[in-house]
């Protein structure tokens, strides 16, 4: 059998005549960077957000990078967030210089545990990152009350989770800035590498657009030192098309969660958990089991797609040695390393390839 961890060319059959279309607008038009397309996109976002502003960069690590740069974090600050996320989410705090504190996870959402950050802020912490991860969004009542009792600034890494929500309000216009990636494996993902930011704050807006033209506020003359992190119209007509139908992919990728929850119940691993008030996006389907290799193994001989996140989580990455932490400092992070492994999800997924994903992991840890 194969069976994909995502299939990108079932969802490209199911839009292609639009697809094809959007492409080839903007291949006559022959304006390929921002423009009219990436203006359109950025009010769709914000709209789609609850938010007054978008602004379309070159990818998910440069809108985490510009928020923080246009919130006046450096050198000297210090900045809290999770270990167990995708690497960018620690380098762009680094990139601008300043440096990463670490705070330990939850073992159910694998998301940030509120309840530590506190004790980890002095006088040096100028902000929050939370990651809303696998697509599950953060409890963002309790990051944004320590936010405000400290004076801090949160930048929100909605990166996996366009479209959940929190308390029913769309993640990513809760925290000052949220940032998103549309990298080609994301719910929401374009032709190549792209990103946005989305903020209430017009100051914030305002810094990131000139931030991500050379700090260029009219051509050729720079008021700051900024970046080369334009959207292209390209990827913002493909995006367009594609924010139409993410609603209804996300519930489809929820249908085919709750199905492998049912099918594996009883079985050596532990499913996703939800918590009541989000809604989860399920932009990996992960689930954990002190078998996590065999199972892997297993996966990959019978052409089932399948992956590790997060193998090694980043504050033991070797480019952070220098902060001194070691195996057993956050031991929720340490063990869902080595337990968790992603199982195909995506919204065409059929209920077959679900069974025969389930018999192969049934086998495995038997």
Partial sequence: MSIPLLDLQAQYRSIKNEMDAAVMEVMESCHFILGSKVQELEERLATFCGTKYGVGVANGTDALILSLEAMGIGPGDEVITTPFTFFATAECISR???????VDIEPDTFNLNTGLIEEKINENTKAIIPVHIFGQPVDMDAIMTIAKKYNLKVVEDACQAIGAEFNGKRIGGLGDTGCFSFFPSKNLGCAGDGGAVVTNDTDLAEKIQLLRQHGSPKKYHHTVLGHNSRLDALQAAILLVKLKYIDSWNDKRRENAYLYNELLKGLDVVTPYELDNIKHVYHLYIIRTK???????ALKETGIGTGVYYPLPLHL?????????????????????????????????KREQIESVVEVVKKAIS
């Fill in 96 to 102: 601008v210089g300043a440096k990463p504190v670490f």
């Fill in 291 to 297: 078998k996590r290799d065999i199972l892997e193994k």
């Fill in 317 to 349: 990455q070797e480019v952070y040695a220098d902060l001194g932490y070691k195996w057993g400092d956050l031991p929720e992070s340490d063990r869902a390393s080595k337990e968790t492994i992603a199982l195909p999800l995506f919204a065409e997924l």
